[in-house]
């Protein structure tokens, strides 16, 4: 079964430096998707991307946060300037085309960021 | 807006008796409502989804789920609980596909054998 891959598993990471995640979607998904879980709160929302361009993204989501999808694989999220708040469980996901109510976000096992 | 109550952060039964997960939902439109599960160290699995079919909904071991709109829940049942279902649920909600879901807290829910 198709799954969705993040590398690296964890990151430790000096405040002020830049980190790259890595994420590979479900191959024929269209829908690609940031969240994160600061530890001991909820999964949120960073940014949806379709079509090349960025669809949506909530109030985290600024100048510091870049994301890319630099091949027909690959999509990564690049904090420029880490911040000790930055520290937390970075989720990918990935969903088909369509935007029937009830659409599958697919997750992957996320990256766990931590800021010195 | 959208958001999403779970009633309990933490939920302990016996390996073997009910487990029931309470989750509340606000939303403007009719809503998706889904619950994932996340063990130690992995990702986040679907475990079962609404749209707007039958309100009962069966998931994946032996988990399910009723919606009910009167009392805006949809809370998570299983008959017997396995020590493997030790993880955490979170109840998610959304108003459209592809849009961005919308998470509770989480309810960790631990099995004594």
């Known amino acids: 079964e198709p799954e969705v891959t993040q590398t690296p598993s964890h990151q430790v990471t000096q405040m002020g430096q830049e980190v790259i995640l890595r994420c590979v979607p479900i191959?024929?998904?269209?829908?690609f998707y940031w969240y994160r879980q600061i530890l001991g709160q909820k999964v949120e929302f960073l940014v949806s991307?379709?079509?090349?361009?960025?669809?949506?993204k909530s109030e985290i989501f600024d100048d510091q946060f870049s994301v890319e999808r630099p091949d027909g694989s690959n999509f990564t999220l690049k904090i420029r300037s880490t911040k000790l708040e930055d520290s937390a469980m970075y989720f990918c996901?990935?969903?088909?085309?369509?935007?029937?109510?009830?659409?599958?976000?697919?997750f992957g096992p996320g990256t766990r960021l931590l800021v010195l | 807006a959208q958001s999403v109550t779970q009633l309990d952060s933490h939920v302990s039964v016996s390996e073997g008796t009910p487990v029931l997960l309470r989750c509340n939902y606000s939303?403007?439109?009719?809503?998706?409502l889904f619950w994932y599960v996340q063990h130690p160290n992995k990702g986040l699995q679907l475990l079962l989804k609404?749209?707007?079919?039958?309100?009962l909904v069966k998931g994946i071991n032996g988990f399910e789920a009723e919606f009910k709109k009167s009392e805006t829940s949809f809370h998570l049942t299983k008959p017997s609980a396995h020590m493997s279902d030790a993880a955490e649920y979170f109840c998610?909600?959304?108003?459209?596909?592809?849009?961005?879901?919308?998470f509770g807290k989480g309810t960790r829910l631990s099995v004594i054998a």
């Open positions: 996901a990935s969903g088909r085309e369509g935007q029937l109510r009830g659409e599958t976000q697919y």
């Open positions: 191959s024929n998904h269209l829908y």
């Open positions: 991307f379709y079509n090349n361009e960025i669809s949506e």
């Open positions: 939303s403007s439109y009719s809503p998706s």
């Open positions: 609404y749209t707007s079919a039958a309100t």
């Open positions: 998610v909600v959304s108003v459209a596909g592809n849009t961005p879901l919308v």
